[in-house]
């Protein structure tokens, strides 16, 4: 009886919203609720890769319920009625997640204790000029050297017989995505943004070398703590701990660990309005010959990565605690929907300024089919559930940039004709740098069009234009 009424209610307040403004005032609630139902049935077709993750989700006319469990035989543990989203957007600016998930799970099924749903800006409004776009860089990897390259399995060494010379050529990805975010940081810092890079150049996040973390007296500790953070199993930390391991198995599943966390949070401390994490692609089947060469490949293409695609096994059970709050942060938050923007632009201005195409839809990777879902804005553009993707606040994409074995790119990337921030570089990297910030610039003007839809998202919650206009003042000063 209550459900039909409030239905008929809807229906002629959704009517009154399209008829005039007059009307207006007395269907405040309305245009709030329609905005987060139609924002979180949007994303969650991205969120989820599989049903045993869209299980633990429900949303229904009243809001949005996350279970702990798929086969939700718990109470829910995570509630947000509609009309408290707007506030929870507020929370996710200015308390950390622990806080959140503690506030709402005192809440419960209640309501927020003191809010006036109908009251609150219907979302945060994003950044829409150079000036004061704060922005997080983080540049991929982190050698500082062919020999720390190498280690890393991260560098294209090709021989000279390609291109009918002697010299063989050789290159690193660290160094080219480094010096591409020092170039795009000077681009930006000249229009009036605020830029951060993640580390130093050779160093991980946490300001050291592999090596003189393997030397330091911290080493024990972090592999145990690796292992609480379910990093790997109790075999291998039984084997960390005797000292067997091989360098690499340390760098790979401990201290790149520790670096993924550390760029996170210096990035979430940062509290940046936009992150780019930059990386160059490689083709997918191309293996070494003779233990370090690679064969030039024809083929050239880039993706872009933004949080989504959650498996079930990550949603799901009581450990899982931190993934589902993540979950409802990109359900409810504008953050997917400006990634998937930005990664598009990202896309369009390769193809556009680099002629490098997107990855096409029909191919044979393993991720794209196994842990991806595709974007529905670009081709090339994919959700997945990444450390990075899934842990960094706001909008976030993260790059993989043409393919650097690509027979044309490898003369390009190898040349040194270009040195900024004392690091010796190729050229190449200013014209991909170029391509980041023209996306940017077009992030940003999709930024002027959505504040445009959300003042006349607001203009019908006021009948009066004095409190419109007065709205509108507020608005430019909490920007
Ligand atoms: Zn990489």
């Not at 160059?280 to 030039?296: T, V």
């Not at 445009?452 to 709205?471: I, P």
Request: aromatic share 14%.
């Amino acid at each position: 009886m209550k459900n039909s009424f409030f239905r008929l209610f809807f229906i002629i307040a959704i009517s009154a919203t399209f008829s005039s403004r007059s009307f207006s005032q007395k269907i405040e609630p309305i245009p709030v609720k329609q905005f987060y139902m139609d924002r979180v049935n949007r994303n969650l077709q991205f969120l989820c890769k599989e049903a045993e993750c869209l299980d633990n989700v429900v949303a229904n006319d009243r809001g949005l319920y996350i279970y702990s469990t798929s086969q939700k035989v718990n109470k829910p543990e995570f509630v947000l009625h509609w009309r408290e989203m707007p506030h929870f957007n507020e929370l996710l600016q200015t308390k950390t997640n622990e806080e959140i998930i503690d506030i709402l799970k005192r809440k419960g099924t209640q309501y927020f204790y003191g809010i006036n749903d109908t009251h609150v800006d219907p979302a945060k409004y994003p950044v829409s000029e150079f000036k004061g776009l704060k922005i997080a860089l983080d540049p991929g990897h982190m050698a500082g050297n062919f020999e720390q390259a190498e280690f890393e399995k991260r560098y294209v060494k090709v021989e000279g017989k390609y291109y009918k010379q002697k010299r063989d050529i050789s290159f690193f990805e660290a160094n080219l995505a480094y010096t591409t975010a020092l170039r795009l940081k000077e681009m930006l810092e000249e229009k009036g943004a605020k830029v951060m890079l993640t580390h130093d150049y050779g160093k991980s996040a946490m300001g050291s070398t592999f090596q003189e973390w393997k030397n330091s007296n911290n080493t024990k500790n972090d592999i145990v703590s690796g292992y609480k953070s379910d990093w790997f199993n109790r075999e291998k930390l039984d084997y960390f701990l005797s000292g067997d391991a091989t360098d690499f198995m340390l760098f790979y599943d401990v201290y790149r660990n520790m670096d993924f966390v550390q760029r996170a949070n210096k990035i979430n401390d940062f509290d940046p309005d936009l992150t780019l994490v930059i990386h160059y692609n490689a083709s997918e089947n191309n293996p070494r010959y003779n233990d370090k060469y690679l064969k030039p490949v024809n083929s050239n293409y880039s993706m872009v990565f933004i949080p989504g695609s959650f498996m079930g096994f990550e949603i799901d059970g009581n450990e899982q605690l931190d993934q589902r709050f993540e979950l409802l942060r990109l359900l409810v938050s504008h953050d997917l929907e400006e990634s998937n923007v930005f990664a598009s632009n990202i896309i369009k201005a390769l193809n556009d300024e680099l002629k490098v195409e997107a990855v096409p839809v029909d191919n044979d990777f393993g991720f794209a089919e196994n842990y991806s879902i595709l974007s529905d804005l670009s081709t090339g553009v994919y959700h997945r559930n990444l450390y990075l993707t899934r842990v960094v606040k706001g909008p976030i994409a993260y790059t993989e940039a043409l393919y650097q074995d690509n027979v044309d790119e490898i003369p390009l990337l190898g040349k040194t004709d270009y040195t900024i921030g004392g690091i010796r570089t190729s050229s190449r990297v200013k014209d991909v740098a170029q391509v980041y910030l023209s996306a940017i610039e077009q992030w940003l003007s999709y930024n002027q069009e959505f504040s445009k839809t959300l003042d006349a998202l607001y203009e019908d919650k006021y009948g009066d234009e004095a409190d419109y206009q007065e709205f509108l003042k507020e608005k430019k000063q909490k920007r």
